[in-house]
């Protein structure tokens, strides 16, 4: 069984706290209290905005659900289908083409290429596909 404690308010696993202040943090030079204290303040910050977007997902499933059982034993109709998720927003219009820009990108990630494909070098067929 999983044992928790508390750190900075938060109810941890264990595990993670083992792995999170025996590993992580000190090849990092972070002050654990630190870290459990930013970690619980990213929690305090987003989580009523998760929480949200979960029932906002739980609402759109329920109605998935009640609309699918509706229609138990009916052939499936594709435009009805597209037409009621549009409807309770699921779907959305595709929004217009959009550019997205970075700044301060290091080089090797922003001007070089890299690998495009791994493969397991010892599997010939693999290989050869890749090359």
Same mark, same amino acid.
């Not at 979960?54 to 659900?65: F, K």
């Not at 550019?99 to 290989?127: K, S, Y």
């Given at each position: 069984?999983?044992?928790?404690?508390?750190?900075?308010?938060?109810?941890?696993?264990?595990?993670? *706290?083992?792995? *999170?202040?025996?590993?992580?943090?000190?090849?990092?030079?972070?002050?654990?209290?630190?870290?459990?204290?930013?970690?619980?303040?990213?929690?305090?910050?987003?989580?009523?905005?998760?929480?949200?977007?979960?029932?906002?997902?739980?609402?759109?499933?329920?109605?998935?659900?009640?609309?699918?059982?509706?229609?138990?034993?009916?052939?499936?109709?594709?435009?009805?289908?597209?037409?009621?998720?549009?409807?309770?927003?699921?779907?959305?219009?595709?929004?217009?083409?959009?550019?997205?820009?970075?700044?301060?990108?290091?080089?090797? *990630?922003?001007?070089?290429?890299?690998?495009?494909?791994?493969?397991?070098?010892?599997?010939?067929?693999?290989?050869?596909?890749?090359?």
């Amino acid at each position: 069984m999983t044992t928790h404690e508390d750190r900075a308010g938060l109810s941890v696993a264990g595990e993670l *706290i083992a792995l *999170i202040e025996r590993e992580v943090l000190p090849g990092l030079g972070l002050d654990a209290a630190a870290f459990w204290a930013g970690a619980t303040a990213i929690f305090e910050r987003f989580a009523p905005e998760n929480r949200a977007l979960l029932n906002r997902r739980d609402a759109l499933q329920g109605q998935i659900d009640a609309w699918q059982r509706a229609r138990r034993g009916q052939p499936y109709d594709v435009s009805a289908s597209e037409a009621f998720l549009r409807e309770i927003g699921y779907l959305v219009e595709e929004p217009q083409p959009f550019t997205i820009t970075t700044e301060g990108v290091d080089a090797e *990630i922003a001007q070089m290429a890299g690998p495009q494909l791994v493969v397991p070098v010892l599997n010939a067929r693999f290989l050869l596909n890749a090359a």
